[in-house]
């Protein structure tokens, strides 16, 4: 069960390296309030995918291949506790205009954001938190990897697992994102059975993807943007990045492939939205 990993390449031993977006414009302000700052995902009517075997956390990779041309484009708000002297320094690990790009291309998304990114960025946090044009998941608070051997990540100790997404989810909340979506990214796509297993009973469906986009170091937006239109099919969930620092062409692949997709009759859609027509049946 780990093949889209294998298809990774260079995602995640950016792992330190990558970040997410960022935005200070506030169109939705919260119309409840702030659930407070625990470690669990908030009950929602979000959906998610039934458990595995024995409870085991349900892994999702893409929507169905036969209900309409969707896509849900997804991006990674990747940052480890030790970039934040870097941050601090001055580099930047979000993507305004890349937010902006989206908001004006009116192109639904799903950010998987760690805890870490979070506490650096919680202004963007919150705006893009109670934008519901996007929705916010989670990503680890560490963005350490849950196995070895994944992309030259630190690994996160199999007692801490747990841990480390509840405290994502709580610094998610603590940031001012109001409902974090009960979906959870493993860091460099990296997992296995005990990964899974480790995360039994939080409610999270783990997402994968089946299109990588390779904007991570990319520095060839039209390269990029051919990987992504020729890997789209019905149900596609694509992998891209939000840090500027790391993932540089982002925003200009967006611009590229939202309009073409849309010309071959494609429908840009949140995460949620195919795993809620997953759980209907393909
Ligand atoms: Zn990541």
Redesign the pocket.
């Known amino acids: 069960m780990i093949p889209p990993a294998r298809r990774l390449i260079a995602?995640?031993f950016?792992?330190a390296a990558?970040t997410a977006c960022g935005t200070a414009r506030q169109e939705h302000p919260a119309s409840s309030p702030a659930s407070p700052a625990t470690g669990s995902p908030a009950p929602s009517r979000a959906p998610v995918l039934a458990p595995g075997p024995g409870g085991l956390t349900p892994v999702f990779e893409h929507g169905p291949r036969t209900r309409g041309k969707t896509v849900a484009f997804t991006f990674?708000?990747?940052m480890t506790a030790d970039q934040g002297p870097r941050a601090a320094s001055g580099e930047r690990f979000d993507n305004p205009g890349l937010i902006r790009a989206l908001r004006e291309l009116k192109v639904p998304a799903t950010v998987?954001m760690?805890g870490s990114w979070a506490e650096q960025y919680p202004a963007e946090a919150r705006d893009l938190g109670r934008d519901p044009r996007f929705e916010v998941a989670n990503?680890?608070w560490s963005?350490y990897a849950f196995t070895a051997d994944c992309y030259g990540l630190p690994t996160v100790d199999a007692g801490r697992m747990r841990a480390d997404v509840e405290r994502a989810y709580a610094s998610l909340r603590a940031a001012g994102v109001p409902h974090p979506m009960p979906y959870f990214?493993f860091?460099?796509?990296c997992y296995d059975q005990r990964a899974l297993r480790a995360l039994s009973g939080l409610g999270v469906t783990a997402v994968q993807w089946d299109v990588v986009s390779g904007d991570a170091f990319a520095t060839d937006a039209d390269a990029v943007a051919r990987q992504v239109l020729d890997g789209v099919r019905p149900g596609s969930v694509v992998v891209l990045?939000c840090t500027r620092s790391a993932a540089p062409t982002t925003e200009q692949v967006v611009r590229t492939v939202v309009p073409e997709l849309r010309g071959r009759g494609y429908r840009f859609v949140k995460v949620s939205e195919l795993i809620g027509e997953t759980g209907t049946g393909r």
């Open positions: 995602l995640c950016l792992g990558l990674d708000a990747d998987f760690t990503h680890s963005h990214r860091p460099g796509g990045h």
